[in-house]
């Protein structure tokens, strides 16, 4: 159930990543308020389960979102079915084992599996590519048909932007790159009446984070107890607490006048010094 119902009817949305946790649940938000979603997501299978929990009103279109001609070939298929799309969420994006490393910090008397040294080039590219590269093609691909009639575009951004966490430091800075792009974007596409922002969410449990924030018994990480610790409301994030901000952004008549903004949905995490 969504917070709120803001009228979405005529929208075409376009979702990348939509077979995640997150672009999932805000796929079935929007189509409850009445909007067309696009599933995209290179899991067919995940994308197919998604649409056929919705309904009618979402297709699956399963595509490589670093893959240009497949990307184009989705948005043929799209406009096929439903018309031009004025709505785009790039929720595409992750972490890879590949571009992180065991220590939090580099101490030279310490041996550790893999340091910051350890690091493959290959996974650290891969990870960019992952998070920014997709947005950037997905964005200019759908985004044509946006330009005559304007538009809404959401990023997906993170707490990583703000402050960048230990370990993950491919991860950290793509998505430090994303709410620049975000911001970039807003600024190239205002004459078009294309907004663009991103959502920031704090911490929450996904499909991706799970082994590192609870043990096979359970019981919390030390990862967790740093989270909680420097969380204000001391909790891990609810996917419905996004969907506020997400409906809120959606609507033009709620936010017609906001472009360009990264919005932390975090429990305080990026107000806290830590004293």
Request: glycine share 8%; aromatic share 8%.
């Amino acid at each position: 159930m969504v917070p709120f119902n803001v009228d979405l009817k005529d929208k075409v949305v376009a979702i990348t990543g939509a077979g995640g946790v997150i672009c999932s649940a805000f796929a079935k938000a929007l189509a409850e308020c009445g909007a067309k979603v696009a599933l995209l997501d290179i899991n067919a299978e995940a994308v197919n389960k998604v649409a056929e929990e919705i309904g009618e009103q979402a297709l699956p279109v399963p595509c490589n979102c670093l893959d240009k001609k497949d990307i184009e070939a989705a948005k043929a298929t799209v406009n096929a079915k439903w018309g031009k799309v004025n709505f785009l969420i790039n929720g595409a994006g992750g972490n890879n084992p590949r571009a992180t490393c065991d220590n939090e910090t580099m101490a030279p008397d310490t041996e550790v599996m893999k340091d910051f040294f350890g690091i493959d080039e290959s996974g650290f590219k891969f990870v960019f590519d992952l998070n920014i590269t997709s947005a950037f093609l997905v964005t200019q691909v759908f985004a044509k048909d946006m330009v005559e009639t304007g538009g809404n575009i959401i990023n997906i951004s993170s707490m990583n932007a703000f402050r960048p966490l230990t370990k993950i430091p491919a991860y950290s800075a793509a998505k430090a790159g994303i709410s620049n792009f975000t911001e970039w974007l807003s600024v190239h596409f205002a004459p078009c009446g294309i907004r663009c922002n991103a959502i920031a969410p704090g911490f929450f449990v996904t499909n991706q984070n799970r082994a590192l924030l609870f043990n096979e018994d359970g019981t919390p990480t030390p990862r967790t107890n740093k989270i909680l610790t420097a969380t204000p409301m001391k909790r891990f994030g609810e996917i419905d607490d996004l969907l506020g901000a997400l409906l809120w952004l959606a609507d033009d008549k709620a936010s017609g006048f906001v472009t360009g903004t990264v919005i932390p949905v975090d429990g305080g995490f990026s107000a806290y010094s830590g004293v």
